[in-house]
């Protein structure tokens, strides 16, 4: 475990038993002595209602983009029962980066709001799978990497680096070399361990979770066993090929089921701490595939964490023009007749095949590219910086339903005929309801660990530290929050809000040191409202260090529409 990890399940424990040092209410005394029954009513913050977000792209019979629907052109149904369209939106990014390059201008009859402005900020978060994907593509990825940082960003671009194992996390930074030395320094913070996969018999990912579940194809069983026998040397003992077969697909498929959800896990916690930023945001996965049939609600849940977030997720096969070859025992291979060599090649085609779906479909739901079946991994990089991208965005409110997990069907039709439609087809309802205490307790605790700061809700904050004895300082920590980017809630003439605070201090190496999170309840009454506007919200905490060099992050979240702002400085204490 890293010392960063040790760090954040530090601040997690310190979010998930609440223990702030000082809880303040900002009410109006007068009128809290005037009507006292009022002000002491607790205030409940509703969760807003959930929706389902529908990321569509229409193209003609040429396969060209159609922009000119609207809401009502739309019908969208769940279960096939039709739903109300909430919100309803075209979001077009024409990029013309290589048009300008080859000396052309844009088509005079593209809209200007067709044609990007590159002085507006897109994010792009690389995403390094070294959890389920081999070490033997790590190379090709940091290659492509490095030409697409190199040739592929505009002025205002930014782009974050993140391992999927979380050992490398690199903030957003249009810093082209700082950027060129992460990419670096990815072979030494990597974690691509041996992936624990039988050498006798050989097997596929594919073949032994079938062989693990009792799944009788006729083939991978077979198979196993028949090369169990040659490379074990059973020939005078066959009978105990099978167990010993499936003795090593169960230890295969259990490591392959734990890496791909640890994979998905971690995707969707980093997709989910994005959600606050506001620019285009496209992030591209390095991976070499998985299987999904075991973590297909994972899955699913990573699709909606992104179209929630407003994240389009593309994806790069890095195993490029990929041939399946076997390396079976040499006995096996002399010995075998043909017929049990090609089914040892089907195996392995099928594999293949199944490994790159969730890749497609990851990036199909949201949108974006999956790019495959091709040795230039940069291509695909630089398709997704150079490409047109026009979608329909829809929501529409999530039917009452129970947190079973079951799966819902979505349909959309289009009434215009001949087009053709491209959009996510069901989601899984959740497992459990999402409580409003818990969604708080993450969205401050992704917040932390996002890969920059968070600008729905301006923050500074200002620092003075004093010496307590030889070995630590006491440093107050004052933090300015902008409350004029917040909504209240008026109930009963006052206006109300919640404001979480959490401020952490980190060591130059990311190490968890100290930190503080406070409540700040506001039951206002008009005129306390006016004034605190006028004059602005700060709020004090000390913490306690030796001293040294540090990142402070603070984290600001409101209740009534869930914004968050946050900042991270560096401070040197004396």
């Given at each position: 475990?890293?010392?960063?990890?040790?760090?954040?399940?530090?601040?997690?424990?310190?979010?998930?038993?609440?223990?702030?040092?000082?809880?303040?209410?900002?009410?109006?005394?007068?009128?809290?002595?005037?009507?006292?029954?009022?002000?002491?009513?607790?205030?409940?913050?509703?969760?807003?209602?959930?929706?389902?977000?529908?990321?569509?792209?229409?193209?003609?019979?040429?396969?060209?983009?159609?922009?000119?629907?609207?809401?009502?052109?739309?019908?969208?149904?769940?279960?096939?029962?039709?739903?109300?369209?909430?919100?309803?939106?075209?979001?077009?990014?024409?990029?013309?980066?290589?048009?300008?390059?080859?000396?052309?201008?844009?088509?005079?009859e593209?809209?200007?709001?067709?044609?990007?402005?590159?002085?507006?900020?897109?994010?792009?978060?690389?995403?390094?799978?070294?959890?389920?994907?081999?070490?033997?593509?790590?190379?090709?990825?940091?290659?492509?990497?490095?030409?697409?940082?190199?040739?592929?960003?505009?002025?205002?671009d930014?782009?974050?680096?993140?391992?999927?194992?979380?050992?490398?996390?690199?903030?957003?930074?249009?810093?082209?070399?700082?950027?060129?030395a992460?990419?670096?320094?990815l072979?030494?913070?990597t974690?691509?361990?041996?992936?624990?996969?039988?050498?006798?018999?050989?097997?596929?990912?594919?073949?032994?979770?079938?062989?693990?579940?009792?799944?009788?194809?006729?083939?991978?069983?077979?198979?196993?066993?028949?090369?169990?026998?040659?490379?074990?040397?059973?020939?005078?003992n066959?009978?105990?090929?099978?167990?010993?077969?499936?003795?090593?697909?169960?230890?295969?498929?259990q490591?392959?089921?734990?890496?791909?959800?640890?994979?998905?896990?971690?995707?969707?916690?980093?997709?989910?701490?994005?959600?606050?930023?506001?620019?285009?945001?496209?992030?591209?996965?390095?991976?070499?595939?998985?299987?999904?049939?075991e973590?297909?609600?994972?899955?699913?849940?990573?699709?909606?964490?992104?179209?929630r977030?407003?994240?389009?997720?593309?994806?790069v096969?890095?195993?490029?023009?990929?041939?399946?070859?076997?390396?079976?025992?040499?006995?096996?291979?002399?010995?075998?007749?043909?017929?049990?060599?090609?089914?040892?090649?089907?195996?392995?085609?099928?594999?293949?095949?199944?490994?790159?779906?969730?890749?497609?479909?990851?990036?199909?739901?949201?949108?974006?590219?999956?790019?495959?079946?091709?040795?230039?991994?940069?291509?695909g990089?630089?398709?997704?910086?150079?490409?047109?991208?026009?979608?329909?965005?829809?929501?529409?409110?999530?039917?009452?339903?129970?947190?079973?997990?079951?799966?819902?069907?979505?349909?959309?039709?289009?009434?215009?005929?001949?087009?053709?439609?491209?959009?996510?087809?069901?989601?899984?309802?959740?497992?459990?309801?999402?409580?409003?205490?818990?969604?708080?307790?993450?969205?401050?605790?992704?917040?932390?660990?996002?890969?920059g700061?968070?600008?729905?809700?301006?923050?500074?904050?200002?620092?003075?530290?004093?010496?307590?004895?030889?070995?630590?300082?006491?440093?107050?920590?004052?933090?300015?929050?902008?409350i004029?980017?917040?909504?209240?809630?008026?109930?009963?003439?006052?206006?109300?809000n919640?404001?979480?605070?959490?401020?952490v201090?980190?060591?130059?190496?990311?190490?968890?040191?100290?930190?503080?999170?406070?409540?700040?309840?506001?039951?206002?009454?008009?005129?306390?409202?006016?004034?605190?506007?006028?004059?602005?919200?700060?709020?004090?905490?000390?913490?306690r260090?030796?001293?040294?060099?540090?990142?402070?992050?603070?984290?600001?979240?409101?209740?009534?529409?869930s914004?968050?702002?946050?900042?991270?400085?560096?401070?040197?204490?004396?």
């Open positions: 475990m890293t010392d960063r990890g040790v760090g954040f399940r530090r601040i997690a424990f310190l979010l998930l038993f609440f223990l702030p040092w000082y809880s303040a209410h900002a009410q109006d005394n007068k009128s809290s002595q005037k009507n006292t029954k009022t002000d002491q009513t607790p205030f409940t913050f509703k969760v807003p209602v959930d929706v389902i977000v529908v990321n569509a792209t229409v193209t003609d019979s040429k396969g060209k983009p159609v922009l000119n629907l609207a809401a009502d052109d739309f019908k969208v149904f769940e279960d096939g029962k039709p739903q109300t369209i909430h919100t309803f939106t075209l979001e077009t990014y024409k990029a013309t980066q290589s048009l300008e390059a080859a000396g052309q201008k844009p088509p005079a593209v809209r200007r709001d067709d044609v990007p402005n590159f002085t507006q900020p897109r994010l792009f978060s690389l995403v390094i799978d070294d959890v389920a994907s081999a070490r033997e593509y790590l190379y090709s990825t940091t290659e492509a990497a490095r030409k697409f940082v190199e040739q592929d960003l505009g002025p205002a930014q782009v974050a680096i993140f391992a999927a194992s979380g050992r490398a996390q690199h903030p957003f930074t249009n810093d082209k070399q700082l950027l060129l992460e990419i670096g320094s072979y030494q913070k974690d691509f361990r041996g992936i624990t996969r039988s050498t006798c018999p050989t097997l596929t990912d594919l073949q032994a979770q079938r062989i693990a579940n009792d799944v009788n194809d006729g083939v991978s069983t077979d198979v196993a066993i028949r090369e169990m026998i040659a490379c074990a040397h059973l020939e005078d066959p009978n105990i090929a099978p167990m010993l077969a499936r003795s090593a697909a169960v230890v295969q498929y490591e392959a089921s734990y890496r791909n959800r640890a994979l998905l896990r971690n995707l969707r916690q980093y997709i989910r701490s994005l959600k606050h930023f506001e620019a285009k945001k496209n992030l591209i996965l390095f991976s070499d595939g998985f299987l999904f049939e973590v297909i609600y994972e899955l699913q849940d990573v699709v909606d964490q992104a179209l977030a407003g994240v389009v997720l593309n994806t096969d890095v195993r490029g023009l990929y041939v399946p070859m076997f390396q079976a025992s040499e006995g096996f291979y002399n010995n075998s007749p043909p017929q049990t060599l090609a089914r040892k090649q089907m195996l392995l085609s099928e594999d293949a095949s199944s490994q790159a779906e969730p890749l497609s479909q990851l990036a199909h739901d949201t949108g974006g590219i999956f790019h495959h079946n091709s040795n230039d991994l940069h291509a990089l630089k398709e997704v910086s150079d490409r047109e991208a026009h979608s329909y965005i829809l929501t529409y409110a999530t039917p009452a339903q129970k947190a079973d997990g079951r799966y819902h069907k979505i349909k959309l039709e289009v009434s215009r005929p001949g087009l053709q439609l491209s959009y996510r087809k069901g989601y899984y309802a959740p497992k459990e309801q999402m409580t409003f205490e818990r969604r708080r307790k993450e969205d401050i605790l992704e917040a932390l660990g996002a890969p700061n968070v600008n729905e809700i301006p923050v500074s904050f200002s620092y003075n530290s004093y010496q307590v004895d030889d070995s630590r300082y006491e440093v107050e920590l004052v933090t300015q929050v902008d004029r980017k917040m909504q209240f809630a008026e109930e009963e003439s006052r206006r109300k919640l404001i979480s605070l959490v401020v201090a980190l060591d130059e190496n990311d190490r968890y040191i100290d930190g503080l999170q406070k409540d700040v309840s506001f039951n206002l009454s008009a005129s306390s409202y006016s004034e605190l506007i006028s004059r602005g919200f700060a709020s004090k905490v000390i913490i260090v030796p001293p040294g060099r540090y990142k402070i992050r603070t984290v600001v979240r409101e209740s009534v529409q914004k968050m702002g946050s900042l991270t400085k560096g401070v040197e204490i004396p």
